[in-house]
């Protein structure tokens, strides 16, 4: 297979320049210059049922141009699944640009498939959440197929108290075909498409980090976890595992002007 260029395929306009991506365009474990790993299997907060190993070919490899995060239900350190949460802390910081991942969707009930962003000087064994603030590009939950969640977490405004800034759109083949999840980030907005179709906007209230923490470089994280508090609502189909979110592409952008 010819290597992906992202200059030749569509950009997103004069208004940004391409500053970081990985097309997946080699094989075996992900780039180790650009990806590392959340290890472990705490439950993550959530009551998640998987172990995240770290540089498990099993549960994170490149593969026919193509990123490959894979749960798989098999005993690990004491837990029933193993999957990989890759994320770019430390190799890829950003602050404000276009992220772009064109992804398709595991489809198992039970399975918690996100693309989502967390602060570059955190880490989560210090706690604090959600007053660091969370951004989350794309969250899928097998159990609703097709239904695609954007959301912004902060001390404020967050899901334990029902009042995350959210929003969702019907996308019914996901889990089928590749789609183009996108966040634009500056310091007075937060945006989330699918494609080209904008679904998520939050306008910074100018209220201070209680409500707009996102003032600071953040993170990458790509993960596939199974069950957790929102996942396993209607229960795991422990048949349906393995179960793999497929991901194309990651490229960011920074604004030009």
Known sequence: MAAKDPAATAQ?????????????????????????????????????????????????RQHDGKLHITARREAWEGNDYTSARVISSGLGDFQYGRFEIRAKLPAARGSWAAIWMMPSDWDFSQGGWPDVGEIDIMEHVGHDP????????????????????????????????????????????????VDDALYFEYLNEGDGEGKWPY????YLILNVAVGGEWGMVKGIDEAAFPQTMEVDY??????TH
């Not at 180790?32 to 998640?48: I, L, S």
């Not at 001390?155 to 959210?166: F, H, L, M, N, V």
Request: hydrophobic share 35%; proline share 4%; charged share 20%.
């Open 215 to 218: 003032v600071k470089p953040f």
């Open 12 to 60: 997103p306009g004069s208004d940004w320049e391409l500053v970081w991506n990985d097309e997946f365009d080699g094989t075996g474990l992900p780039d180790a210059a650009k990806w590392t790993y959340d290890v472990g299997g705490h439950g993550w907060g959530n009551n998640e049922k998987q172990f995240y190993t770290q540089a498990r070919l099993e549960n994170a």
């Open 146 to 193: 097709g239904v695609i969640h954007a959301s912004a977490h902060s001390r404020d405004y967050q899901w334990q108290k029902g009042t995350q800034k959210t929003g969702t759109i019907s996308v019914p083949r996901a889990t089928e075909a590749f789609h183009t999840y996108v966040l634009e980030w500056s310091e007075n907005r937060l945006a989330a498409y």
């Open 250 to 255: 990651v490229r960011v952008y920074r604004a």
